[in-house]
């Protein structure tokens, strides 16, 4: 299997502790895939669905209490707890060994360990990372095979290199009671155990490529994001990339892949998606910034996917792909609230019961066909849009950074920062208002920096102060832009219609990298002039556009004091420089009132 002494005695170490029945290297074959796909079905994990219309597709269904990420047992586990955070939950790694060894015991028994040998990056990128996961899920050997590039090339290229990120999962009894997902970012190791869920237990994703591969780019001078990156095909056929970042929700799958709308496809845009959830950045000898997307998938929400929200994402999801948690239709497809089509008739839900539309629980609340946070797995070679440098080992050069968030008011359609440092507060300041689809207060305003909030793996006063001496580093640095789709009227109606319309703002964040117009100066930030921003064949209502664009001093003094309060909770480990900004923009607002 490999010649790695640490590896072998790792894996030996913690089937000791498991206690599996067997032990099984993942060697990235499609003979092997099918093997594992046969038992699945057997096992009953996995449901074929209908290989005519969904050719290589499978449904799954998790337990109905472990259907989302839980923050709330996810921990990072330093050794002092000032290097976690105030905003991470924080074990010691003592303790956090200890317990989770107790529910690790003997988990194993009677089931296969699997060895998913995996790296997060084309294999032999300067960028990428190697992790090695060992798991008792047929489910997450499936998944990983999608999300991430598994195999025997991961293995020979451990035997040059031999630093991997340890990777222990276990369902164990999938009781959320003994459920934890612990990170140990100074042991280069995370244990994940008594859950099915994707986010929780494909360990590439958000555990190593966001939370363990945060805390290693801080000490190795580079970026791990919770951002999408997508290329921005110009009519004179020049491919411009962006990463942007906005919390879980807001639709970043959807901008990585849009299609243009009419008016703007005429003068030949096109997309490129590169990724959709998370971006590795480094300067380069060129003295800008290059991303790549360290995932081969995309691990997508399926409720609201249809060809309006996402065209590309439809024909992405048609064969090779794991759904979990969607609704099952008679004619073994699936189906889900905001699908395409017509709502069917009867079908089986996501926690495996007869369903009709208009079935109400006992609280007279709807049934749903599907779980909210359904999902789709999928590989990034299916998409359309699918960028043709996804295997470079360079990456892309990034032009612009766009942090967004969900602000009914406040903020204006799109802003540009004045310079690297404000763009860094504005990031660290980002906020989005709580939605219907969130437990809590409705409106209530969260702050979300970077959109890295659950995400980051170490203290985020040191994150932030990261972000500052990078932008030293960086002769070539990105601007940074701040977007908002979600301002609405007085009578609460979205003023942007948002989705494909959305390409509009970013032609005018291009056009601004390109120095090719000029922008109003405000308080906050550099706001367009209404006829900078291309509208032909979108009618707004009369006034919209310049609402959208409105900068209200007053509300975003308001503003500055859940930003205080939020800053203060980092106590002196909060950069200076941030601070220097927040007193700047209150000068700003003051004086301009
Ligand atoms: C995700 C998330 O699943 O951000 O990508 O929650
Ligand atoms: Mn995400």
Redesign the pocket.
């Known amino acids: 299997m490999t010649k790695n002494k640490k590896l072998k005695d790792w894996v030996s170490k913690m089937a000791k502790l498991c206690q599996p029945e067997e032990i099984v290297w993942i060697d990235g074959t499609d003979a092997q895939r099918a093997v594992l796909e046969k038992e699945a079905l057997e096992s009953g994990e996995l449901i074929q669905l209908n290989q005519e219309k969904l050719p290589g597709c499978y449904l799954h269904r998790t337990a109905i209490d472990d259907v989302?990420?839980t923050e709330h047992l996810t921990f990072i586990c330093t050794k002092k707890k000032r290097d976690a955070g105030p905003t991470n939950n924080w074990m010691p790694p003592k303790t956090a060994y200890k317990k989770a060894k107790a529910i690790f015991k003997g988990a194993m028994a009677n089931r296969t360990m699997y060895v998913i040998p995996f790296s997060m990056g084309p294999v032999g990128s300067e960028f990428s990372k190697i992790g090695v996961e060992l798991t008792d899920s047929r489910y997450v050997v499936l998944n990983m095979l999608i999300m991430t590039r598994v195999g025997n090339a991961v293995l020979r290229h451990l035997e040059e290199k031999d630093h991997f990120t340890k990777c222990l999962h276990s369902k164990a009894d999938l009781n959320i009671n003994r459920r934890m997902i612990l990170h140990f970012p100074e042991d280069n190791t995370i244990w994940s155990v008594g859950s099915g869920y994707?986010?929780n237990v494909l360990l590439g994703?958000?555990c190593l490529s966001l939370r363990i591969a945060s805390f290693i780019a801080r000490r190795e001078r580079w970026f791990a994001e919770?951002m999408l990156i997508m290329g921005i095909e110009e009519p004179n056929g020049h491919v411009e990339y962006i990463a942007a970042a906005f919390?879980?929700?807001c639709g970043?799958t959807n901008l990585a892949m849009l299609i243009p709308p009419e008016g703007l496809k005429i003068k030949g845009y096109r997309i490129w998606t590169v990724g959709d959830?998370i971006a590795w950045m480094r300067v380069d000898s060129d003295g800008a910034l290059w991303a790549v997307n360290p995932e081969s998938g995309f691990?997508g929400?399926a409720p609201g996917t249809n060809s309006y929200t996402n065209f590309n994402m439809v024909e992405t999801i048609k064969k090779n792909t794991i759904y979990t948690n969607v609704l099952l239709k008679p004619d073994k497809t699936v189906w889900w609230e905001g699908a395409d089509g017509e709502i069917p008739a009867s079908g089986i839900d996501w926690q495996g019961r007869p369903w009709k539309p208009g079935m109400k629980d006992h609280n007279g609340k709807p049934i749903l066909g599907a779980q909210p946070n359904s999902?789709f797995t999928s590989p990034i070679v299916n998409c359309p849009s699918a960028s043709f440098r996804l295997e470079q080992h360079h990456g892309v050069p990034i032009s612009a950074i766009v942090f967004g968030g969900r602000r009914q008011h406040l903020a204006p359609l799109v802003y540009e920062t004045f310079n690297w440092q404000h763009g860094v507060f504005v990031g660290a300041t980002m906020a989005s208002e709580r939605t219907a689809a969130q437990v809590g207060e409705l409106g209530e305003v969260r702050r979300d920096p970077m959109?890295m909030l659950?995400?980051c793996g170490y203290n985020m006063a040191y994150y932030f102060k990261h972000w500052l001496d990078m932008g030293k580093r960086m002769p070539k640095a990105p601007k940074i832009f701040h977007v908002n789709w979600f301002r609405t009227d007085d009578k609460g109606k979205f003023l942007w219609p948002g989705f494909k319309e959305n390409l509009r703002v970013l032609e005018w964040v291009l056009d601004r990298c390109n120095n090719r117009v000029g922008a109003r100066e405000t308080s906050i930030g550099y706001v367009p002039y209404p006829a900078d921003i291309d509208m032909t064949g979108l009618d707004l209502s009369e006034g919209a556009l310049e609402k959208l664009l409105e900068v209200e001093n007053k509300d975003w003094l308001e503003e500055l004091k859940g930003i205080r309060k939020f800053f203060q909770q980092f106590k002196k480990d909060m950069p200076a420089q941030l601070w220097d900004e927040y007193k700047n923009l209150e000068k700003r607002l003051k004086s301009n009132d």
């Open positions: 989302a990420r994707g986010g994703k958000k919770h919390p879980s929700a970043k959830d691990f929400v999902r959109a659950p995400f």
